[in-house]
């Protein structure tokens, strides 16, 4: 079936580091790319999203990529803050309305 | 506007009951889902609806039922509960199309015995 595969799945970074997290999406049809945030014991929240029209979208520190040929999208989080720690999901649409996401990624910054 | 709200906050089930999993949204959205959050998994979309009358299933509805009478309720029935069905589900909702942005309720931890 269709998936969404997300790497890596622990990332650590000192203060300040850039951290990248990538995913891959297998539906050639999907056209609609949100990354979520989730922090411990909280619902997923929207951070940044990407269309399929767009090749990439920048809010502040944080920016998303999407090579649609390559069937994958990325996440850029810029000058990391410890508050920034949290597990971030990736997400693909489908034709049907679904919505698939990624393992997700626990991203930790050290002070 | 209270958003996304979910009751209960923690359940606790034996095996082979059943119980309903309250979501209500006040924003007047068209659209709802349900998703259970397994660690190591992310999310996984249970059933979701385009509109009041209207459900469809997503990619784990087994074990699970959902009807939508009313624009603002969408309730996540599990009939005969299983171990394999502890998780923490979501309920989240949007104004339209798979474009627009997903809004999601606290959670709901369902603990099955």
């Known amino acids: 079936g269709e998936n969404v595969e997300q790497h890596p799945s622990t990332l650590s970074v000192q203060e300040g580091d850039s951290a990248v997290i990538k995913c891959t999406y297998s539906d050639s049809a999907s056209n609609y790319f949100p990354w979520y945030k989730q922090e411990l014991g909280k619902r997923p929240q929207l951070i940044i999203d990407?269309?399929?029209?767009?090749g990439e979208k920048k809010d502040q520190r944080i920016a998303v990529t999407l090579n649609k040929t390559a069937k994958h999208f990325s996440l850029h989080i810029t000058e990391t803050q410890p508050e920034d720690s949290a597990v971030y999901f990736c997400?693909?649409?489908?034709?049907?309305?679904?919505?698939?996401f990624g393992a997700g990624t626990r991203l930790t910054v050290k002070p | 506007n209270a958003g996304v709200t979910q009751t209960p906050k923690f359940q606790v089930l034996k095996t082979g009951q059943s119980m309903t999993l309250q979501c209500a949204q006040d924003m007047n959205h068209e659209y709802m889902s349900w998703y259970r959050q397994d660690p190591g998994m992310g999310l996984r979309l249970i059933h979701y609806?385009?509109?009041?009358?209207?459900?469809d299933q997503g990619e784990v509805p087994n074990g699970y039922n959902v009807s939508r009478s009313t624009t603002e309720d969408f309730p996540l029935r599990l009939l005969s509960a299983a171990p394999s069905q502890t998780s923490v589900y979501f309920c989240?909702?949007?104004?339209?199309?798979?474009?627009?942005?997903?809004?999601f309720g606290p959670g709901t931890r369902l603990t099955v015995l």
């Open positions: 989240a909702s949007r104004v339209g199309g798979p474009m627009a942005e997903q809004f």
């Open positions: 997400a693909a649409t489908l034709l049907n309305n679904d919505m698939r």
């Open positions: 609806s385009v509109g009041a009358g209207i459900t």
């Open positions: 990407i269309r399929s029209n767009v």
